[in-house]
């Protein structure tokens, strides 16, 4: 039985990387995508050279084509420091691609654990997975902060643009040695924005949707915006952070927890209960719920690829960048409605915890289980691990072709052999 291919009508946006995600990234394409679909991709090189070719415009240009396409899968880039800017010859020292992205889909990311049943997790009752999903803008990224020295008065003052009138409130009275200042700010589009993508994704993966914040202040903003948006009664229940938590722990459903700024500590937290890095995906979503950026949420496995270079075998995870483009994939599968990628997808991501719980893993799992008792016969290599899902996938579809067809014989009073090779791939 040849397996027809299926066809994504719209295209979608290809965004490559850097290091051993691309190498992977690459098979995930040969092995995993194009022997099943047949895709029009807008590629865009965000390879590290490439940046630097163009100027970083590449980056530029790929997150408006996700605009004009609504579906970006992302391998992961480098985002150069000093030794970057020595290692690639840089002409300077390019903002984090992932930054520059956001911004121009002005987009909430989203990050969401895959779980294998036989991978042990911090806490044993997550059986299901908790989504995060984290404002980024303002507050802390964008702080003033200062040393104040000596006694003295510390003010806010706001002054509205074309007027001379200002707005002054006394923050402290430093009347001692000084101390330290901080001031923080945040906009209400930005606020709005982070909680019309938050509504968007709980309606599409119809989960529970949480919130924790001490700012009542910023759930105000959030909550007004909701209401203008989505016409609907949303009830802000106020500040449950310290039950939210708890209830956090205790869960064994699935949920989403959207965080404020400084409470990253949940987010990091989250992601090692999980386990291991290389089982955490991360969508970027635009407060339209339209456009979506899906990607891996860790980084380009540097130190992996060293060995790579140097022609040692590595055993990198690649579950959280072929998650990228399952998650994107069934978003255009969803914007199309286009049932056959949609039910590919979910054969794609139950083959790739299939070939886990079936034992077939790389070693940043093997390790979870078999802790430093590992060795060799507990894990497979990158490309083989690829290969591993490759054949799971290729037995789903079989198998499922096989059961569709099963049904559609008996349903039909079992007409034997001739009707069964009639019933198309
Ligand atoms: P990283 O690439 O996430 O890797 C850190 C460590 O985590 C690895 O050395 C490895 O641990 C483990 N790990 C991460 N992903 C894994 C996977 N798929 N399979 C197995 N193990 C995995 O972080 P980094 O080394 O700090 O950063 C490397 C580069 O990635 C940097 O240039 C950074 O700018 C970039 N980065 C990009 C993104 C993005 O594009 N979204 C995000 C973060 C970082 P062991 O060494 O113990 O095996
Ligand atoms: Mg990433």
Request: net charge positive; proline share 6%; aromatic share 8%.
């Given at each position: 039985m040849a397996f027809e291919k299926i066809k994504v009508a719209s295209p979608i946006v290809e965004m490559d990387g850097d290091e051993m995600t691309r190498i992977f990234w690459q098979s995930i394409k040969e092995k995993l995508i194009f022997p099943f679909l047949e895709l029009d991709i807008k590629y865009f090189d965000l390879g590290l050279p490439h940046r630097d070719a163009t100027d970083d415009k590449v980056t530029v240009e790929s997150?408006?084509?996700?605009?004009?396409?609504?579906?970006?899968?992302?391998?992961?880039?480098?985002?150069?420091?000093?030794?970057?800017?020595?290692?690639?010859?840089?002409?300077?020292?390019?903002?984090?691609?992932?930054?520059?992205?956001?911004?121009?889909?002005?987009?909430?990311?989203?990050?969401?654990?895959?779980?294998?049943?036989?991978?042990?997790?911090?806490?044993?009752?997550?059986?299901?997975?908790?989504?995060i999903g984290r404002h980024a803008f303002g507050d802390q990224y964008r702080a003033t902060d200062a040393v104040i020295k000596g006694p003295g008065k510390l003010k806010l003052v706001f002054v509205p643009e074309g007027q001379d009138e200002k707005t002054e409130l006394e923050v402290y009275n430093f009347t001692g040695a000084g101390g330290v200042a901080l001031s923080m700010y945040n906009t209400d589009e930005s606020i709005r924005?982070?909680?019309?993508?938050?509504?968007?994704?709980?309606?599409?993966?119809?989960w529970p949707l949480y919130l924790s914040t001490k700012k009542i202040l910023f759930l105000r903003s959030m909550m007004e915006g909701l209401k203008t948006s989505f016409k609907?009664?949303?009830?802000?229940?106020?500040?449950?952070?310290?039950?939210?938590?708890?209830?956090?722990?205790?869960?064994?459903?699935?949920m989403i927890w959207l965080l404020m700024l400084l409470r990253v500590k949940e987010s990091d937290f989250l992601a090692q209960g999980f386990g291991s890095l290389g089982l955490m995906t991360s969508v970027l979503v635009c407060p339209d719920g339209k456009t979506i950026e899906a990607e891996a949420a860790h980084g380009t496995v540097t130190r992996h690829y060293r060995v790579h270079q140097k022609g040692g075998e590595t055993s990198t995870n690649s579950i959280a960048s072929i998650f990228a483009w399952s998650r994107g994939l069934a978003h255009r599968a969803k914007l199309d409605d286009n049932a056959k990628l949609l039910d590919f997808t979910e054969k794609l991501e139950a083959a790739c915890v299939g070939a886990v719980e079936s034992g077939k893993m790389t070693k940043d799992l093997a390790l979870l289980i078999h802790g430093s008792k590992v060795s060799r016969e507990h894990y497979l290599n990158t490309e083989e691990f690829i290969d591993?899902?490759?054949?799971?996938?290729?037995?789903?579809?079989?198998?499922?072709?096989?059961?569709d067809l099963a049904g559609k014989v008996s349903s039909e009073g079992n007409k034997g052999e001739e009707k069964m090779v009639d019933v198309d791939e």
């Open positions: 997150a408006e084509a996700a605009l004009k396409y609504n579906v970006a899968i992302k391998c992961a880039t480098i985002t150069p420091d000093e030794a970057r800017v020595k290692e690639f010859n840089l002409k300077q020292m390019w903002k984090s691609p992932n930054g520059t992205i956001r911004n121009i889909l002005n987009g909430t990311v989203f990050r969401e654990p895959i779980i294998c049943k036989n991978i042990p997790r911090l806490v044993p009752g997550w059986t299901k997975p908790i989504c924005a982070f909680g019309d993508a938050s509504m968007n994704t709980a309606y599409q993966k119809k609907k009664s949303t009830r802000p229940t106020g500040n449950q952070s310290l039950r939210l938590q708890e209830y956090g722990m205790n869960t064994d459903s699935s591993a899902v490759a054949e799971e996938l290729k037995s789903q579809t079989f198998y499922l072709g096989m059961s």
